[in-house]
Structure formats: structure tokens, C-alpha cells
């Protein structure tokens, strides 16, 4: 195990983001325990942070560790890797709870135990697995540089231009993706470029941008991205939020003893 770790995480210089990772999970794992024990009114558990009748939500805090941390990695020194390991972890700390607020900041309202706060958890997941991706030295596009098309073609000049044409076509089909509403696709497309052939070529979910200036004038295909929605797309959409309220807490249900309306 430790060889493991002196190869693939300090030798490749991935010991800053492993440390970003590790305190950004343990982060999220405290403070959502945090919070449940507030809502369970848990007598034994210190509450919330009150200053006079003001809460002070937890994503402050992040602000302040994100603010530390990303000073303290700027300053660091380039061969310092335990400096740079260790505002990793504050500025992976203070994401964590930024993140678990993130709903709160979008709609500028109390909506953390609603169905609108699982956007926190979508959030959180999607940093925590594009974090692991990256940790595992997956790359996004799966290309680091001109390096690595110089290898397959002859000539610099062959690279270049073929890295700026797989690029541009990238750009597209990921435009066309974000468009047609597949945010998650479009994310892990950046790590698995296939997603964006598909993403760009299936129906666009209704409401979308897409699907708005697209489907306008035709019916059947609205009527049959409609369909897709509420019998493919919904279900997975359920499964996935019984899998988050087992995880962090029912979204679903009025909160107890949730912080007081008073803005922080």
C-alpha cells in the first residue's frame, strides 16, 4: 500500500490534490452528520452557529477556508510539497462546505432540505468524481498536449493541426450536448469524448434550449423526447435521489429545528 502511494500519488505529484480530496470527503461527510444531528434535535450536539439572532451557515466558513487555502497555495513554494499538500486540504475542506450550501447560493433562499438542496448533493458528487478521475490520472479529452498527437503523426505541423481540428470538434459536440440539457454527460464527456458523439446526437431533453428552438415545429419529436423524460430519464432521476436521501437525509420532507430565516 505505501509503495502504491509513493508511485501513484507522491511521485506523480498528486499528493496536493489527494490531500484536496481526502479533507473535501471528510468535509462533506462531518458536516452532513452535522446537519442531521441538528435536524434529529439532538440535545447532546452543539447546533448551529448563531452571532446574536444571525445564523451563520456553513458555507461561510468554506468561504473562509477556500480564501486560506488558495492564498496559502499561491504563496507556496514550488518544491514545498507538504505546503502545497496542506492548502490543498483547507482550500479541499472549505469546497465542501461551500458545495453542501451550493442550492442555497443559487436560489438565494433557505431550500436545503427541499427537493431544490439536492442540487448541493449533485454538486458535491460531481466535484468528488471528477477529483477521483483526476486523482486516478485520467485527463480530460484524454489528450496533455501537442506531445502526445507528435507521437502518432509525423511532422509538428500534422499535430498542430490536428489537435486544433479534434478540439474544435470537441467544442461543438459539447456545446450541442450542454444545449440539448445532458449536464452529466456533457461533464463526463470531458474524460470520455464518446459521450459527447452521443450526447449530441440523441434527443434533447424537453425544456431545453435545444428542445425550444428545435422542436418548436416538430410535434413528434417533442412528443417523443416527452416520453423519454417520463419513463427513462424519471426513474433514474428517483433511484438516484432515494440513493442521496440515504446518504445525506430526506430532501423531501419539512426540516425540524432548520436554521431561522434570518439571512447570514
Not at 451557515?57 to 513554494?77: C, D, K
Not at 496542506?86 to 431550500?111: K, N, P, Q, S
Request: net charge positive; glycine share 10%.
Amino acid at each position: 500500500m505505501s509503495s502504491w502511494f509513493q508511485v501513484q500519488i507522491v511521485h506523480t505529484g498528486r499528493l496536493p490534490l489527494f490531500c484536496f480530496f481526502t479533507a473535501f470527503v471528510a468535509g462533506f461527510g462531518f458536516i452532513r452528520l452535522s446537519v442531521r444531528l441538528i435536524r434529529a434535535q439532538a440535545r447532546w450536539w452543539p447546533g448551529n452557529v448563531m452571532v446574536g439572532p444571525v445564523h451563520v451557515h456553513h458555507m461561510v466558513f468554506g468561504v473562509v477556508f477556500m480564501g486560506i487555502g488558495g492564498v496559502a497555495q499561491l504563496a507556496a513554494p514550488l518544491y514545498s510539497l507538504g505546503w502545497r499538500s496542506g492548502a490543498g486540504a483547507v482550500f479541499g475542506l472549505g469546497t465542501a462546505l461551500v458545495l453542501d450550501e451550493f442550492a442555497l447560493i443559487l436560489h438565494l433562499r433557505d431550500v436545503y432540505w427541499s427537493n431544490e438542496g439536492r442540487l448541493s448533493i449533485d454538486a458535491v458528487f460531481v466535484a468528488a468524481g471528477v477529483t477521483a478521475l483526476l486523482l486516478m490520472g485520467v485527463t480530460p479529452t484524454g489528450v496533455k498536449g501537442v506531445s502526445d498527437y507528435q507521437r502518432l503523426l509525423p511532422g509538428t505541423a500534422g499535430a498542430v493541426i490536428t489537435l486544433h481540428v479534434a478540439v474544435t470538434a470537441l467544442f461543438v459536440l459539447a456545446s450541442v450536448t450542454l444545449l440539448k440539457g445532458k449536464i452529466w454527460t456533457g461533464l463526463f464527456g470531458l474524460f470520455v469524448p464518446l459521450l459527447f458523439i452521443a450526447g449530441a446526437l440523441r434527443l434533447a431533453r424537453p425544456g431545453s434550449p435545444w428542445a425550444r428552438w428545435r422542436y418548436r415545429d416538430r410535434p413528434g419529436k417533442l412528443a417523443r423526447a416527452d416520453h423519454r423524460e417520463k419513463y427513462l430519464r424519471q426513474p433514474v432521476v428517483r433511484a438516484k435521489g432515494r440513493i442521496q436521501d440515504l446518504l445525506t437525509g430526506r430532501h423531501d420532507q419539512q426540516a425540524v429545528a432548520r436554521e431561522p430565516p434570518t439571512a447570514s
